[in-house]
């Protein structure tokens, strides 16, 4: 083909400016050209055809729009998504467990969980002028195109929603305690409702979601989420240190349960919790995915600068936290909503009213940029659905209708079930495989090393661990519901 037939049989020209890359399509819809204007790896199948269906560039997807990241924007995103409001509950973990197990159980997974992480960024650009942005698509590159929808598709948008809906429940809940400590007897005349003030955080959240259409343009957004996060659990455990610890506290796991069933359920609630603390593993591979990449400069590089700056700073919010609520509190924990509840309920008296109104407009903050990160994966899989199926970008007014109608469906599930807070162990046990066991799997089905060599055991012995811990975690969580019910108050307010 000539070069003025080129031209006449022109139909379509993308640019993919994030891959560099100029794609000139004749006018059978074949690539008659491409050019590479520098390098950066692609996602993998960009531009081809897979079962019928035309897969989207990057360019076109929220997740991967903008790869103008750095180790700080990495850094905000990871502290904004693995800080959040099941933090608070990780004191619940010592009451099941005790001081020992409960430090030794925290401590495991925390190195456990840092140890997949680097599996996730180490299997990031693990083929060559490959990029794989999305934890289902790695998913799928290591166990197969069907296999790995099965697995991964399920357990990332439930922990993607549900962790979600968490937020709306808890942001909402917390937007009314505000109320009250502000407001004081006005509350009393036409109160709002926790259903109205969860419409309020919804709200608010939608808005933020319209400015920003790509996950790196939520880089503020995390950095402001990070400093809320880490404000109120120092705010938290200085203050329990201030006020010293509760009256006949009592630390004794035994006490806490009436009989050896319960002691089963509550130690495997504790690690449902404990990992639920963790969560977080779904968004890591896009937040990576947000980074460039060059043949000098690898985004891995660039991705452990910020996981290693990032969880030395969880670490210093999960440790003390924990270790403190239960020192202050011993088995006298509320069983619902956590430190939280504990701060509202039996140390309000205690505590100023700015110190409780700006853990509480932390918290709400907190919940509203995190629902940001989550809600992201979800927004890219249905606009990546739109594109597929449209061959088009997905237009800015399809973006806001998704945007609008995820606010409105998990409204929707957090008024229905307000009982969810009680599934929050159904929903840690769901997660465990994404955090502990499947890197270990994928890791060995990519990169495949030798077998019975040491990695091969290590990674096997993982994997199958986490996998099988998430099947007995789930087990115990459905358990104890079968036994206690299901509690709607999450909050308590006074």
């Not at 400590?181 to 319209?210: N, Q, R, Y």
Request: hydrophobic share 45%; with cysteine; net charge positive.
């Amino acid at each position: 083909m000539g070069e003025n037939e080129m031209v006449d049989g022109f139909k379509q020209a993308q640019v993919a400016l994030g891959n560099r890359s100029i794609d000139i399509m004749n006018g059978d819809g074949d690539i008659a050209c491409q050019c590479m204007l520098d390098y950066n790896s692609t996602t993998p199948d960009s531009n081809e055809h897979q079962n019928g269906i035309l897969q989207p560039p990057d360019d076109w997807l929220p997740i991967t729009q903008s790869r103008k990241g750095n180790s700080w924007t990495a850094t905000f995103h990871l502290l904004c998504s693995g800080i959040g409001i099941q933090t608070l509950s990780l004191p619940l973990a010592f009451v099941c467990l005790g001081w020992f197990w409960g430090s030794l159980c925290l401590s495991v997974a925390f190195v456990w969980q840092l140890y997949t992480i680097g599996l996730l960024i180490s299997l990031h650009e693990s083929v060559p002028g490959t990029r794989y942005s999305r934890y289902l698509q790695l998913s799928m590159a290591a166990f197969g195109e069907k296999l790995g929808r099965v697995v991964a598709i399920f357990p990332v948008m439930y922990l993607s929603g549900g962790t979600c809906v968490f937020f709306i429940i808890s942001g909402g809940g917390t937007m009314k305690l505000f109320y009250q400590l502000m407001c004081g007897d006005c509350s009393s005349k036409h109160p709002l409702t926790t259903t109205e003030w969860s419409l309020v955080f919804i709200c608010l959240a939608i808005l933020v979601s319209l400015v920003t259409p790509s996950l790196h343009s939520l880089s503020l957004v995390s950095f402001l989420g990070a400093i809320m996060a880490v404000g109120y659990c120092t705010t938290l455990w200085v203050v329990f240190v201030a006020n010293r610890r509760l009256d006949n506290t009592v630390y004794d796991p035994s006490e806490a349960v009436g009989s050896e069933a319960d002691r089963i359920r509550s130690i495997l609630n504790a690690v449902g919790i404990i990992t639920l603390a963790f969560r977080g593993h779904n968004v890591v591979l896009e937040i990576q995915g947000t980074l460039p990449s060059t043949p000098n400069r690898s985004s891995s590089n660039i991705m452990w600068k910020g996981v290693i700056a990032s969880y030395l700073i969880i670490a210093m919010c999960f440790f003390p936290l924990a270790i403190v609520g239960y020192w202050a509190f011993g088995n006298k924990i509320p069983a619902t909503g956590g430190m939280l509840t504990a701060l509202s309920t039996t140390l309000h008296h205690h505590v100023s009213k700015p110190v409780l109104g700006l853990v509480y407009v932390q918290v709400v903050i907190s919940c509203v940029t995190a629902f940001q990160i989550y809600s992201m994966v979800v927004y890219d899989n249905l606009e990546r659905a739109y594109a597929s199926r449209t061959s088009r970008k997905c237009p800015k007014l399809a973006r806001v209708g998704i945007k609008i109608f995820f606010g409105g469906l998990t409204f929707f599930i957090s008024v229905a079930f307000p009982f969810l807070p009680s599934l929050a162990m159904v929903i840690g046990g769901i997660a465990l495989p994404l955090t502990l066991g499947y890197p270990c799997v994928m890791w060995i089905a990519i990169k495949r090393p030798p077998p019975k060599s040491g990695s091969w055991w290590l990674n096997l012995g993982l994997g199958c661990l986490g996998i099988g811990l998430s099947l007995v975690v789930v087990g115990g969580a459905v358990w104890n519901l079968a036994c206690t019910g299901l509690d709607a108050n999450f909050f308590h307010p006074r």
